[in-house]
């Protein structure tokens, strides 16, 4: 089957400012991502080098570039899922390593546990030959920014502070119809310490199922885990309905039950695509027949052909 | 409308020793949750006493007496959540208090988050007043001895460790119509330090809607969380199947797919009850017109009264 890789890179108030890097970046990620589906490669190392694209940009709130705590740290969280076979890897609450999606695979592929946190996915990370990095080396400019404002917005809005939204996901089908789906996040600029999101709660952040197809979300955390976004959007399609249709309305009845807004990328098990976000902003793109298209603004559909940079 | 409460006690391998202890235990835990809710009070609070009565059993895998981590030591998590505005509060990787589930409620009242773990959820907890333990002072002998036969066959079987399954939970509506669902467990015998099972994660251990019902499951938590079994169960009843039928679908689905066993028990929003389990026993109560209802084999239903000690 012809392979296919859908990126987001965070829906959220994003400022002017940030739009052309998001898109630079969201480019580049299905780029790298691409490539490896094109060469026959599995769409969990897909999923996982589209996602570490995006965790090695400060344009996205993953990895380097993470939002912080209220104590101004970074505590980062992924989650990644193969559809053949429903296995999870997820780590949470980890504040010393560059990439969390890849020692999320790591846990996919060599633990018995789906989810590792803390303490406990430093020691199994350390174990399996990742290394740490110094806290502060994955601290940027803009994040430090962000706690700033996020200390006099948080509470008021719990989320959309300008410049700092960003979970990234990668939704990918590969030439044998395998389905995967990556995503990765510093969390909500302010957080509590120890305060964990949507992200490595799988059925909120992730999921991928073979049998329906895979989906991965960005917004606001609390309330994309109270209504299990993907999983809902999953259950929509094994319902019957297009990617765009169940994507379209698991998002509107979570703004909708919660008020608070999110959005979502999903490919269906016959790659139909779903591009939804009941935020003002939600950068993504994929690729299809060599073409890139892309966009960051409501009906905004550009595109441009897979080479050209 | 009339209140009702169900609660399970954990499945799995439960070894004839421990069924005497178990039967006691959830009978007398939707006793203490009954009572809440006929004297008026909320399905939140009713859920959190039957919890906290279980934790607090020996015979049960959550709070006192939970199963150990490789290590030896208890690492614990909980999740509350509630079905009229799907409000949730979670907590992971507690050492050191004595009930994680009022903690997780403290956490769905006065937290902006809905899942907080290890450091944080520490932190939290102390500046809401609960007070430490000697980690030690969780630790049964059960459980040790758990541990030692854990190190035996952890990785062969992954669960069924005899004498030490028994996540706990809780469903209950109240006479307002609202429902709550409680879930807390000690975790798995022998895991991973650090290990984060389906119990926190909402959807997977835990799920209420007031549009709908409620769920609370325990088994293979992995397993559990690949397949967001409560929120699949919801999903069958809210496309019009009744409690039992939604509950007995969505566990064999598991069950087939995963090769792993679970169970859950669910009510309905008009009170219908489900009760199902793919392992070998799941302790069980309800209270429904002054009587209990409950069990521990499969197709088995006993009767007392509610007043009968």
Redesign the interface.
């Known amino acids: 089957m012809q392979p296919i890789i859908i990126v987001h890179g965070g829906a959220g108030d994003i400022p002017e400012s940030r739009i052309n890097g998001k898109l630079e970046g969201v480019k580049e990620a299905v780029r790298v991502g691409y490539k490896i589906l094109s060469s026959g490669g599995s769409a969990l190392d897909s999923v996982e080098a589209a996602v570490v694209s995006m965790e090695n940009d400060e344009y996205f709130n993953a990895g380097y570039g993470s939002v912080l705590n209220v104590r101004g740290e970074v505590e980062m969280e992924a989650s990644i899922?193969c559809g053949k076979n429903?296995?999870?890897g997820a780590v949470?609450?980890i504040r010393d390593f560059k990439h969390p999606i890849s020692i999320a695979h790591k846990v996919l592929t060599d633990?018995?546990?789906?989810?590792?946190?803390?303490?406990?996915?430093?020691?199994?990370a350390l174990d399996k030959g990742f290394e740490t990095v110094p806290p502060e080396s994955l601290i940027s400019e803009n994040a430090k920014h962000a706690l700033e404002s996020s200390k006099n917005e948080?509470?008021r809005t719990?989320i959309g502070i300008k410049g700092d939204v960003g979970t990234v996901g990668a939704v990918a089908i590969d030439s044998n119809g395998h389905i995967a789906v990556a995503t990765s996040t510093g969390g909500m600029s302010g957080?509590?310490?120890?305060?964990?999101?949507d992200t490595?709660?799988?059925?909120?952040g992730t999921?991928a199922d073979d049998q329906v197809g895979g989906v991965s979300t960005t917004g606001h955390?609390?309330s994309i885990?109270?209504?299990?976004v993907a999983?809902?959007i999953i259950?929509y399609m094994g319902?019957g309905k297009d990617a765009s249709t169940a994507t379209t309305l698991a998002i509107q009845e979570m703004t909708k039950?919660?008020n608070n807004t999110a959005g979502a990328i999903t490919l269906s098990k016959s790659g139909d695509v779903g591009v939804y976000f009941s935020s003002n902003r939600m950068a993504w793109a994929y690729v299809k027949n060599n073409k890139i298209y892309y966009g960051i603004d409501h009906d905004q559909t550009l595109v441009t052909d897979l080479n050209e940079k």
């Open positions: 899922m429903l296995d999870v949470t609450l633990s018995p546990h789906s989810l590792l946190g803390g303490e406990g996915a430093k020691i199994f948080f509470g719990e957080k509590a310490v120890g305060r964990i999101g490595p709660q799988i059925g909120s999921y955390g609390e885990l109270k209504c299990c999983h809902s259950k319902g039950r919660l």
